[in-house]
Each structure stands twice: as C-alpha cells, then as structure tokens.
C-alpha cells in the first residue's frame, strides 16, 4: 500500500511539471495559434543556461530563475520577430498553424544541433546541497527540488492568470485572439502584444527548463520529449484552456504513475499516447472545457 | 497520361534500369542510388499527405520505421522478402489507424501533434525494449547483392510515383485538394472530407511501410533499432518535399535528389553540424518559397517564353 502511495506523489509531483512545460507551449497555441514545435528545444535551452549559470558563477538554480525568464524573454522576442512575425500575413488560421508548424519543426533542427556543437551531447543534471534530499509528510516521501518544482508551476501559473485576467495587457491578447481587426481598430497594437506573449511564452519555457534541470537530468536532443508531453498536457486541458494546464499536468502525472505500477516502466511514454488517443476519441475539446456561452 | 509524360518517364525509367546491366557502377553509387530511391518513395509518402491534402504529418519515421522493424522479422523468420516487405507496409497501415482515426476528425493542428507523438512514443518503446542488436542470419550475408536492392529500391520508388499520380488525378485526389485549400467548403459543397483524409493517410502510411521494407533489405544489421524512429526520418523527406515543392508530382523527385547532393557535400564536411544548414534552408523555403524550386520554375518559365516569343517574332520580321 505505501509504495502505491509513493507512487502517486511522485506522480502529482512530475505532473506539476507537466503542467509548467504545457505552459508556454499553450499560451502561444491557444491565444495566438502558433503551433511551436520547437518549445521543448527552448526548454532544454532554458535548462543549459541555468546549468551554466551554476557550473561558472555558482548562483543557485531557483535564484538564478529570474536572469532565466530575462534571457529567454529576450530570446523569444528574437525568435518572434525573425520566425513566427511573417506568419501574420497569411489569410487565414488554418495555414498560420500549418506554417509556424513547419518553421519551428526546422528551428528544432538548427537549435538542437547547434546546442549539441556547442555543449556536446553529455546528459546533464546539477547537483546542489539539497539535490537527493526528502521531506517526509503523511509517510509519503517527496524530494525537496520536486516539492520547489511544484511550488514554482503553482507560482508562475498564478502570475499568467493574474497577467491574462487582470491586467490590460491580458485584455488585449484575449481581444487580439477573439478578432484582430476588431482589436486593432479599438486601438490595441496587436503586433506588440503579440510580441510580448511570445516573449512570455518562452520566457515560461525557461522556467519549465530549470525545474527539468534541477529534479532531472536535460541533453541536447531531450527536448522533442518534452515537447510530446506538453501537447498531451494541452489536449487534457483542451486548446485555449490555459487556467486548466496545471491540474490536467497533474491528472497526466497520476495516469502515469498509475500505469507506471500496472504495466513497468518501459511503456510510460506509451501511456500518454493512450491517454491523448483516448480523450481525442471521447472529448475532443479537453477534460476541463467549460461550457460556451454561445452554445 | 499524356504521351509527353509518359515518354519522359519511360526515359528515365530506362536510364536507371539498363546502366547497372552494362557498366559495374561500384558500391558507394549504388548506395547512394538506393537511398535516394528510399528519399523519393519517403517524400511521395509525405507529400501525398502534406502537399496534396494539407494534413502535416510530422510522424513520418513511425511508419517508416514500423516498416522496417515488420519486415526485418518476418524475413528473418524465412517467409519470403517480398511478403514481408508487404507485411511491413499493412502494419505501417494498422500504425496509421490508430492515430489517424481520432485525430482526423477534427480541423487543425491535431494530425500534426498526433503523429509527432506516436513517432516519439514508438522510438522510447522499441529503445526501450529491444536492447540487442538486429542483424539477419549469416546465410542471408553471403547471398548479399547490392544490385538486387538497388533495383529493388527503384521498382518501388517507381511504383511509389506512380500511385501518386493515379491517386492525384482521380476523383479522390480532388477531394483531397479540395480539403487542403478550404476544408468548410468542401464539406459544404458534398466532399466527404474525414474519408478523403483517411484514405489518403493509408496509402501514405503504406508507402512509407515500403520504404521502410526496402531500407531493411538494404541493411541487413541495425545497431540501434530505435534510431529507425528517430525524427531525422521525418525532416529529411519533409525537406525534400517542402524544398524540391509540395503538392506536386516532380518536387519530391528533385527535392530528394536535392537533399542526397546536399548531404553528401555537407555530411562529410560538418558531420553533425550539417543539420543546422538544412534546418536554416527549410526554415528559409517555407518562409520565402513555399510552392518550392518547382513553383519557382513556374514563375520564370513565363518571362522565358516571353523573351523566346520576342526573338520568334523578330526573326520572323527580319524574313522577306
């Protein structure tokens, strides 16, 4: 009985992580329809500059998160303006998600390689003080970088709530995605807060980076994992569901871990794939859809 | 078919079949001829899907893959190879239902990650489950002829051409257009799109079968089986289509014949940093060439028959 318990929370932790590295990946895909396939990339990216900032000047990793989310902001804004801003221009919805797929399946290829030149296709993991230590709660142990990693999607998710429901700025996307004529003529410019939640977006993929980083282990070509666990995270949710990606993260940790003790370790990867398959067939628009006023 | 194409291609067909009678072409060119067969049939695979009836699929290696991982045993186990190549190419179909049924139905990006994510999940399981090397038995080493494969490679590449083209120009080719430009219209105006779709991704997943089968006559041993799944299975034919021009018949031909250039100069001299020019290539074709070297031949064929017309018409005034 106890290693079921066991089980669980090491599910509900990798969950929550599911859930941040869902996180940006939705935000770009939900309100802005750019399908970025090279997300996972950025997150492994995002992993390096965190491993770095430890390896040469010895700031802690959830320190050094801040400088992460600036860099990667800024990296997005780069990546926004040279690959996914001509996008705009195509007439209609269907051939912008088409495109950006394509653009940034290419960008995979060109960032992964040139981190792999860089940095050399080593696995690599930090380790710190508290690396490998557990608290005991309710006799279910949880590792101290994984009860962090969690803390931190809670926050960050919190933070985009907060951006996207409370502030102008969130008005503005959510008017931009509803109608950018309409938004545009109503004074919003569109093309900067575009730019800004690309930015966000990324940025969110940085922070995701130094959580994989800290509780696991991050290698130059790592990212296409990822990347296949946060579309799995976002039909869970349901596209455009953003509030949902946390607790459907959590859901997806929990199946996991559930067929983690039924069928063993070599088919995890095959239970998200039954997972995804399962609620494409039964509920297309997500687990966590709530209903439209319209309809 | 009209006289001239069929020509055209009886002549090609000709100029790949007769040389290897006449002439010892040598190991290394008949290795690099079948793998560039193996790239068209990939690219017409993908193409049918992709330029045709806009479904990306960026899962590509999970057919291919399954293919050779099918066809690898089932020739291992006696039955002979050209059942099993079949067999490789039904169970790359079975592959294509499992993904293309639930996420066909619905518009948008989900046959894209649908696929991405099969060709992921099947390249952890196999890594995770075969551990040994796959190599045939050694009675099948000895009877080895790289001609038998580069022929082999060819009449399917062939045959891959061919299907794509009857496919294209039936009635079902135009659903399939049809879907591409305006999936709402088509519905609306009697197209039965989820069917066009579905049938168009079997005959791609069995061609990619195909060539999967073709790629494990041609390599008798695998070191790392999951490789077959790798991703670089997807981008390379994806490459090919999207460079050589995506929704016709020629782009796949002249992409791949592109792409096996291209890798044999960059390869060689970069080794793995060779991807990070093909990834700034492709980036740049789909941002500025999406129709491709095709459709860019198509835009100055005009301004040259123009210019032909001009001289035409000033000789001509020259005469008495």
Redesign the interface.
Known sequence: MEIVFQTMANGLLVGALYGLVALGFALL?GVMKF?N?AHGTFIILGGYLSYWLLELWGIDPFLSLPLVVMAMFLIGIVFYKL?LS?LLKLPNI?MR???S???T??????L???M??LWTPDVRSIMTSYTGQTLKLLGVRFSLTGLGGVGVAILVALVLYFILSGTYFGKHIRAATQDVVAASLCGINVQRTYLFSCGIAIALAGVAGMVVVSSYSISSTAG??W??SA??VM?LAGEGNINAIIPAGMVLGLIESAGLLVMG??????I??IV??IV??IK?QGLFAKKEYGS | MNWKKVSIFGVLVMGFLVPPLIWDLGTSVLNLLSMLFIYIILAQSWNLMGGYTGQINLGLAAFFGCGTLVTHFIWKAGVPFYLAMAAGGVAAMVLAVIIGLPTLRLKGMYFGIGTFALAEVCRIVVGGTFHRMLKMPSSYVASYSLISRYYVAFVVAALAVVVVYRVTHSKLGLGMVAVRDDETAAQVTGVNTFKCKVLALFISALLAGLAGGVFAYLRLSFHFIHMMFSPVWTFEPLMATIIGGAGTLAGPIIGSVFLVILSEIFALKLGEAHLIVFGFLFVLVVMYFPQGLVGSLDRIRPWFRRSWSRRAAREGQGKP
Request: glycine share 6%; no cysteine; charged share 5%.
């Open positions: 895909m399908l396939t690959a001509p269907g998600i088409n495109s797929m394509l653009i399946f290419g960008s995979i290829w060109v992964d390689n040139t792999t030149v296409i994992g990347l296949s579309f799995v039909v370790v070599s088919y995890r990867q095959a998200a794939l995804f398959i494409l067939m297309p």
